[in-house]
């Protein structure tokens, strides 16, 4: 908003008035004005009294009375995803001389986006005491997301982490990150407006850098059962409990740093959805998306910040394809995890049986080796390259060596990994922005034949019903 005051005797449009978000610095003489609403969406103007800011007035040392404010109306979230302008005004060339409007073309680069409603009452009710504790000071972690709400509106939610928990720590240096309302991800003009407004805030000596997004993609592989007596069309009961999936997926507590998904209750939104479903067998696969640099050799860390679930014969790191140097053919992940074959000492009935199964009895350590293969004409499965990286099991971690990607499968260029938690319980840790993606989830509708009414014993149900509640043997992502 631009706010100016004239008198009426002045031409144009006056002086200008600046808005202030607090009294400091302020005298009597300052042009300045705050802004409040009021009710009904419905906002007002305050100006100085002569104390706290300039008074208005008719006076001989008075700018006069007359208030013009401009502003500009958005059509909120709506507004997002505009593509296609046409020019309006007028240009003039290097002669003074007005160029055909039709003549111009207007060239779109990047869609609208970050648009956003009007800040919702529980933000409200968040942010206010956080703002008003920091007294215009970032000092703590609650400090800078209450100060960066106020600099950035657009914020939805915010990380700040210390340099000394980061690995390896950085003293002296807090890493901020920041996720935009309805977009991923903050422009660079905007990043370098942020940290110039944050300077007046800080603890003189610390420094502030922020760091790009980082999303954590869960995605559910769930198998719900119905009682097929009791509605009428399996695909709108699908749609039924994506839409409640949806819902869930936009609660409080997720879509935000710090986030959870509780996997009890995504089991309940589920099963609450209609009456005739009668159970669901739901899988969590988490997800990170790598976006690598083509055409140059590079190296990639990915954190989860869950730890991951073990199978000793591999299939936990899954990946989308992609193409390297040198190879023609699509490869993808797969990891090995390490384990100890041997087992001298045995001192249980469990362990006596993992010998006598032929099974790793234990894992020797919480980290495995990635590996890349490819699937030959005939289907077979051919290794293209050996240690391509490290996995951390417990850590969460993915490191992939110095490789060079020349191309990604999927059109996004992105590289989408996936793997299986060890807990359904998933956090979003540190600067991790944890999200449902319900759009990547498979959701399957079964009939259950008990509830149905079909069969009694349940020998149909084991045999072609039946669905396992742990993770699938593929090798490639799905």
Known sequence: MNVYIKKESDSGRGVEYNLSSNIFDINSGSRVYFIQEVQDEKYELIFGDGLIGKKLGTGVDSDGNIITANYVVTDGKDGNGAASFSFSGTLEDDNGQIINPGTIIVTTNQTSQNGSDIESLNSIKYYAPRIYSSQYRAVTSSDYEAIIKTIYPDTESVSVVGGEELDPPEFGTVQISIKPKNGSFVSDFNKSQILSNLKKYSVSGINQKIVDLKILYVELDSAVYYNNSQVSSPDSLRTD????????????????????????????????????????????????????????????????????????????????????????????????????????????????????????????????????????????????????????????????????????????????????????????????????DINNSTINMLRDVIASGDEISGTRFINDFYTSSYSNGNLIRK
């Open 241 to 436: 409990v994506i839409d409640s999936l949806t819902s869930y997926s936009k609660s409080l507590d997720l879509n935000k740093f710090g986030g959870r998904i509780k996997y009890s209750k995504v089991q309940q939104v589920i099963d609450n959805t209609n009456t005739a479903i009668t159970s669901n067998i739901t899988k969590v696969i988490i997800r990170r998306d790598l976006k690598p640099v083509l055409n140059k050799f590079a190296q990639y860390e990915l954190c989860f910040g869950n730890q991951f679930h073990i199978k000793p014969q591999g299939l936990n790191i899954k990946s989308s394809g992609f193409k390297i140097s040198g190879e023609s053919s699509t490869v993808y992940l797969r990891d090995t995890p390490d384990v100890n074959l041997g087992q001298t000492n045995i001192t249980s009935a469990s362990q006596a049986g993992n010998v006598f199964l032929n099974r790793p009895a234990s894992i020797s350590a919480k980290t495995g080796v990635l590996s890349l293969f490819k699937i030959d004409d005939n289907g077979n499965v051919v290794t293209a390259a050996k240690n391509v990286g490290t996995v951390n099991y417990e850590k969460g971690e993915i490191i992939l060596n110095t490789i060079n990607i020349t191309e990604t499968s999927l059109s996004s260029g992105v590289i989408e990994i996936q793997a299986f938690p060890e807990s359904n319980d998933i956090v979003g840790l540190r600067d991790l922005y944890l999200t449902l």
